[in-house]
C-alpha cells in the first residue's frame, strides 16, 4: 500500500510483481504522475487497487484540521510556538 507520494515506488515493478504472482495485491491514492497516464504500469496489473486520495474529505478530518490550525495561530499569537523546527 502507497498513500504517501507516488513517485516512491517504481510502478513497472509493482505491475511485473503483481502479474508474475510476487505479491498478491497493491492499493494506492496516488500515483507518479497525476492524472494518472493512460499509459501507467499500474492500469496493466493484475490486483492493482487504485482510490482517489482524498483522506480530507471526511467531515471528521476537515474539523480537526480546523481546530488544529486555530490553536496552532492562538499559540503563535500568544508567544507559545508548536511545532517549531530549527
Do not use: F
Not at 510476487?22 to 499509459?39: H, L, M, Q
Not at 500568544?78 to 517549531?84: F, M, Q, R, T
Amino acid at each position: 500500500m502507497n498513500t504517501a507520494r507516488g513517485k516512491l515506488v517504481n510502478e513497472a515493478d509493482i505491475r511485473n510483481a503483481l502479474n508474475e504472482g510476487k505479491i498478491y495485491a497493491y492499493a494506492t491514492d496516488v500515483v507518479k504522475g497525476e492524472p494518472i497516464a493512460s499509459d501507467s504500469p499500474l492500469l496493466q496489473a493484475k490486483n492493482c487497487y487504485i482510490t482517489p486520495h482524498i483522506t480530507w474529505a471526511p467531515y471528521e478530518t476537515r474539523d480537526r484540521l480546523l481546530h488544529m490550525t486555530v490553536d496552532n495561530i492562538k499559540a503563535y499569537l500568544s508567544g507559545d510556538l508548536k511545532n517549531v523546527i530549527n
